[in-house]
């Protein structure tokens, strides 16, 4: 049977997707990003402020570093955590997964700011409680439903406001592939590509 380019590029592709998802599950340490705005909110709002969040997982480690840049809010900030999971990755709301009411030392009472705090995923104050009885009352089974919360698009990072009480500023976590996992995938593209043309 005779395949045509276009199926085998299909295909192709198809196998690099899923060997770049490979490598990004097999990761230890994951890095996590997301623009915040008003706009990705739930209702979206005309808010003028603009942020920018990373956090860094590695459930092996028991290990997240959060860290946000925020800035041009309209109220000031009352909280800051992250919600999980959504029902449909990249949309809708989620209760709050990590400490209430905000992350320890967030900083509060401001229209800018910036915060980097590095959490131990092991602890039950590092979670929700409400999270944590969600997951059965354990705080291993909570760190595993986090990161596959993380690694499905499924959580987001939230910066509320006195002006926004249920969130200024929002954007969900996506994932960015370690630069080895880059390099392989765009070797297995090239590989697949020079099979392809010489079919």
């Given at each position: 049977?005779?395949?045509?380019?276009?199926?085998?590029?299909?295909?192709?592709?198809?196998?690099?997707?899923?060997?770049?998802?490979?490598?990004?599950?097999?990761?230890?340490?994951?890095?996590?990003?997301?623009?915040?705005?008003?706009?990705?909110?739930?209702?979206?709002?005309?808010?003028?402020?603009?942020?920018?969040?990373?956090?860094?997982?590695?459930?092996?480690?028991?290990?997240?570093?959060?860290?946000?840049?925020?800035?041009?809010?309209?109220?000031?900030?009352?909280?800051?955590?992250?919600?999980?999971?959504?029902?449909?990755?990249?949309?809708?709301?989620?209760?709050?997964?990590?400490?209430?009411?905000?992350?320890?030392?967030?900083?509060?009472?401001?229209?800018?700011?910036?915060?980097?705090?590095?959490?131990?995923?092991?602890?039950?104050?590092?979670?929700?409680?409400?999270?944590?009885t969600l997951n059965g009352?354990?705080?291993?089974?909570?760190?595993?439903?986090?990161?596959?919360?993380?690694?499905?698009?499924?959580?987001?990072?939230?910066?509320?406001?006195?002006?926004?009480?249920?969130?200024?500023?929002?954007?969900?976590?996506?994932?960015?592939?370690?630069?080895?996992?880059?390099?392989?995938?765009?070797?297995?593209?090239?590989?697949?590509?020079?099979?392809?043309?010489?079919?």
């Amino acid at each position: 049977m005779h395949l045509s380019r276009q199926t085998l590029l299909v295909s192709a592709m198809g196998t690099v997707t899923m060997w770049f998802f490979a490598a990004v599950a097999s990761a230890a340490n994951i890095t996590y990003v997301a623009n915040l705005d008003g706009p990705s909110e739930s209702p979206p709002n005309g808010s003028p402020g603009t942020g920018f969040a990373q956090v860094d997982y590695d459930l092996a480690a028991h290990s997240m570093r959060v860290q946000v840049t925020f800035s041009g809010l309209v109220g000031t900030t009352t909280a800051s955590h992250i919600h999980a999971p959504t029902a449909t990755a990249g949309t809708g709301t989620a209760g709050v997964a990590t400490q209430t009411p905000t992350f320890s030392n967030f900083p509060l009472g401001v229209t800018s700011g910036s915060y980097d705090m590095t959490f131990d995923t092991s602890q039950a104050s590092t979670w929700n409680a409400a999270y944590v009885t969600l997951n059965g009352g354990s705080v291993p089974a909570t760190e595993t439903a986090f990161a596959q919360a993380l690694a499905d698009g499924k959580a987001y990072l939230n910066v509320h406001s006195s002006v926004f009480t249920g969130g200024e500023i929002r954007g969900f976590l996506l994932a960015v592939p370690e630069p080895a996992s880059l390099a392989l995938i765009a070797a297995t593209g090239a590989i697949c590509l020079t099979r392809i043309r010489r079919t």
